[in-house]
């Protein structure tokens, strides 16, 4: 038996309402490490936190492909880690693993079949990048972009980001202007973002929309209207930057943090005005869900992963320290505490 610490949800916030470390608890138990056939004994490397994790707090995820977390459970979600042990024949002694459904829990005995292998060259041994720009992340902003974008190499366009520095919008302004768009413009909740956005990644412009007036700063930066949204956000900056489409321009409907803490559907009802500003301009504004593009994945992590080697896309990422952490981590990823992705590390 070996003493593990794990981290069990111990209230749900409610659907109107918002997350809290108190929702976590860290606790210890007992883990017996005796494998079966084709069981791998892990340590867990690095675990991931994300928006759609706020709807799994709720006992109807609203997602029929989201699982509510149940109280006083183990948590789960994206991770990485080593084996320590193995009666899988095709995992090792030190081989790297990763999962959706890894449990926040410092070591674990799992079925080797659940877990991926991971090839630590495709991150130059940077593993937390198999859970941010090189894992479900990247590829959101890669095959958002790409799917459901319409950029047009050549054709002079204005791509909007919102959630602009956090782990996909930090990527898809950097894909939408190695794709060909002429002005990439971030919307993001601080002025140390807006700067990280346009010095380091080279965003052509960025709006805080916690001090500017949206409207008036985006008319500035677009010039020229634009082309393509990636939401990330929706609600009321959402509503803005639709107000500024062209006809015949594309919304990347990726998430709609701004809603999560409220008791709506997902996606959220638009508001009159939006609704008649899309039908009117012909905006095409379709929902995007990676996990629809397995098919694509394998050949979008290599092309990220050679982006990312060659330092054609640079990555941004918040780590914080330690399995008491998770919640808090989550917490304040949720609240833009986050620049790039947010990783916790929880073991060398
Ligand atoms: N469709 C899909 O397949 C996927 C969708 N997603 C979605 O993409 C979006 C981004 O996810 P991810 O990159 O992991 O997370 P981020 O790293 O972007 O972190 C969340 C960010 O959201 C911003 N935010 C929080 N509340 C608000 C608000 N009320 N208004 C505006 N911005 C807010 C904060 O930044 P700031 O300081 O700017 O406020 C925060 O840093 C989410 O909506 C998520 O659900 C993610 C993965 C896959
Ligand atoms: C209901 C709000 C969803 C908002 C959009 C979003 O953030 C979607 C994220 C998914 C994305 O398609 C890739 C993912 O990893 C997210 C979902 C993960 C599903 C894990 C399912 C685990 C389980 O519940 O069994």
Redesign the pocket.
């Known amino acids: 038996m070996l003493t593990v610490q794990r981290v069990v949800l111990s209230s749900r916030p409610g659907k109107n309402g918002h997350p809290s470390p108190d929702n976590f608890r860290v606790e210890d138990t007992s883990l017996c490490t005796e494998l079966k056939q084709g069981e791998i004994l892990v340590r867990t490397l690095y675990l991931s936190v994300?928006?759609?994790m706020r709807?799994?707090m709720n006992d109807d995820?609203?997602?029929d492909?989201?699982?509510p977390w149940r109280l006083e459970e183990v948590i789960d979600g994206g991770g990485v880690g080593v084996v320590k042990d193995s009666k899988n024949t095709q995992l090792a002694i030190g081989d790297i693993v990763t999962s959706?459904?890894w449990h926040w829990q410092t070591y674990d005995v799992i079925d080797g079949s659940s877990v991926e292998k991971v090839d630590p060259s495709m991150v130059d041994g940077h593993l937390s990048n198999v859970l941010g720009a090189v894992g479900?992340p990247g590829l959101?902003a890669l095959l958002g972009v790409r799917e459901k974008g319409h950029v047009i190499r050549g054709a002079g366009q204005t791509m909007v980001i919102s959630g602009a520095s956090g782990a996909c919008g930090s990527l898809a302004g950097q894909i939408g202007r190695l794709d060909g768009c002429e002005t990439v413009v971030g919307i993001c909740g601080s002025d140390e973002k807006c700067q990280t956005l346009v010095s380091q990644l080279g965003f052509t412009a960025a709006v805080n929309y916690k001090k500017e007036d949206v409207s008036t700063a985006l008319r500035n930066c677009c010039p020229n209207g634009v082309d393509i949204y990636f939401d990330n956000v929706g609600g009321p900056i959402s509503d803005t930057v639709i107000s500024q489409m062209n006809s015949g321009s594309h919304v990347i409907l990726c998430?709609q943090i701004s809603q999560y803490n409220k008791d709506v559907p997902?996606p959220p009802p638009l508001s009159k005005e939006t609704q008649e500003a899309l039908r009117c301009k012909n905006i095409i504004r379709d929902r995007f869900?990676?996990?629809n593009y397995m098919n694509k994945h394998k050949e979008g992590l290599e092309l990220l992963s050679r982006w990312v080697k060659t330092g054609q896309v640079k990555v941004l990422e918040t780590v914080a320290n330690g399995i008491e952490n998770m919640g808090v981590s989550f917490c304040s990823m949720m609240t833009g505490g986050n620049i790039g992705k947010q990783i916790v590390k929880i073991s060398d």
């Open positions: 994300d928006p759609y709807c799994r995820t609203g997602a492909y989201l699982l959706f459904n479900m959101t998430g997902y869900m990676v996990l």
